[in-house]
């Protein structure tokens, strides 16, 4: 059971938030516990919505970002968001069962992808302090400075919800990632 109140329906979440969650509703068919958690603080929603559907219109894929949200996940330990990532890992961005695997462990078959996602695992490792190395690994794989940006974004976005869902101990309302307990 949530440590912090999740409101039962959008009907019981604070009257200023009640639109944007019928916007999530709209838009993925049901509003899961993590954005009726977050409305019970409406300039929180709003700002979690904001910075998420901007980098939904980023440079990279939706693919990658799943990768690196599965990859911070499992660094933070965070059950709540290991499942969400897992169910959209495969259902939205089509990603292997292997590939998710790999992706919790800070690595992708795909070599692109990979340089990715071991750049945003360095970036929560080390606070942001990433080595000149690092930063040229990334950029040698073929990233620019912008999504760069895009990836540190993802990073600072996926820590945010990865301590909010454990400080809340968030109910997982999505099937339960394999390693995770329920």
Known sequence: MSRIQVPATIDAAP???RPLLEQVNKQLGSTPNLFRLVAQSPAALEGYLGLSGA???GRLPAATRERIALAIAEYNGCGYCL???TYLGTNLAKL???EIAANRKGRSSDPKA?????FALKVAEARGHVSDADLSAVRTAGYDDAQIIEIVQHVALNIWTNYLNEVARTDIDFPVAEGVAA
Not at 114 to 118: G, I, L, Q, S
């Open 15 to 17: 009257e200023a938030s």
């Open 55 to 57: 980098l939904g219109k």
């Open 83 to 85: 499942s969400a990532h």
């Open 96 to 98: 292997s069962a292997e």
């Open 114 to 118: 990979n340089a990715a996602v071991v």
